[in-house]
């Protein structure tokens, strides 16, 4: 159903036998016209410093402003003991961290943050918060402006492993913006598949990109690559400094190849799969359009499949499709014959598409067969005509 769906959607994008054809580690053609659209999501607005923006529609609102409803203290999960007002949340000393009530995995986290306006303290000192993501790193909040700390400590470090890679901090006061995408590790059998990774802009600008994940990280020690949780909470730092935060939103992200998702550049055994997956529906889709009469339908159907899996009894069944095609053909008046010029060069398009993949083997009769009669007709020699 799913792919009746997709490729009635797509049909205007690409027809079959098209972009070059899966293979081991792609389980579609290029410019598959079965490779799932992309889900349509609503994008929010820019957030201004006055005016706070609005998340995109699939994003999970985590703070808009009002309460601390998705909120709890990260020392008891008992209520969240920081203060709401004028739209904002804030930090208060003593009060410890607080952290999402819901736990979360791979995710494009957006926070906006301001340091006070009234400046004290300096180097960590001074504006001192945090956003800790799922397995306990903290992308560290600090007022920078003017305020030189260690390195891995600036506002968007990794704290303790990575500094950011410019400082693009507004003044204190402001709002800043993170923009942070998380990957956390994988691993399989004690063994890592993917090491995550953490991406992170500031006020727009790149300053970790797509930073090799160590462990939690964190002060003075080593980190160690700890094991991760599938899923973590979303903690803020309590530092002593009434830092702000308002507009907090995520988005939970598709899972990679790695761990079963199905973009990108798979394993052979994913890729097989899912190729299997697709060359069943379109048989199935083949066997709907099934008629005597008018067998092109149902041969193109199968022939397409063939491009994703090349069963032995589908193989059978196109060269047998084909002879009697080609049989009711010889059987016509010359004129008639004429008339089915198009669809005979089309049949003969998708089996050089298949030959040129090795969807089937070389030599295939039915395909040397349909390529004679073309021949024959002349059919090969009017190009440009039509
Ligand atoms: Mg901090």
Known sequence: M??????????????????????????????????????????GTFSTQDQPGKPPADAIVLFDGKDLSKWESDKDGG??????????????AGAGYIRTKEKFGDCQLHVEWAAPTKVEGSGQGRGNSGVFLPGGLEIQVLDNYNNPTYADGTAGAYYGINPPMVNALRPPGEYQVYDIVFR????KDGKVLDPGYVTVFVNGVLVQDHTPLEGP????????????????????????????????WIRELPPRSVEGGTDGALTREAAMAKRKETAAALRAEAAKVR??????????????????EAEPATVQKVEQMTGQYLGALKGLEPDKLAGKKDEVKNLNNAFKYLLRFQALPTGFAPAAQVDALIK???????????
Do not use: C
């Open 2 to 43: 799913a792919l009746a769906a997709a490729a009635s959607a797509a049909a205007s994008v690409a027809p079959p036998f098209y972009g070059d054809a899966p293979d081991d580690t792609h389980p579609w053609a290029v410019h598959d016209r079965h490779r799932p659209l992309p889900k349509v999501v609503a994008p």
């Open 79 to 92: 209520p969240a003991k920081w203060v709401v007002k004028d739209g904002a949340m804030e930090a208060v």
């Open 184 to 187: 956390r590790p994988v691993y």
């Open 217 to 248: 990280g964190g002060h003075m020690r080593r980190t160690k690559a700890g094991l991760f949780p599938e899923k973590g909470q979303i903690k803020f730092q309590d530092h002593g400094n009434p830092v702000r935060f308002r507009n907090v």
């Open 291 to 308: 008629n005597p009469g008018a067998p092109l339908p149902e041969l193109l159907l199968l022939m397409e499949s063939l491009a994703y």
């Open 376 to 386: 024959e007709q002349g059919w090969d020699k009017d190009k440009k005509k039509k």
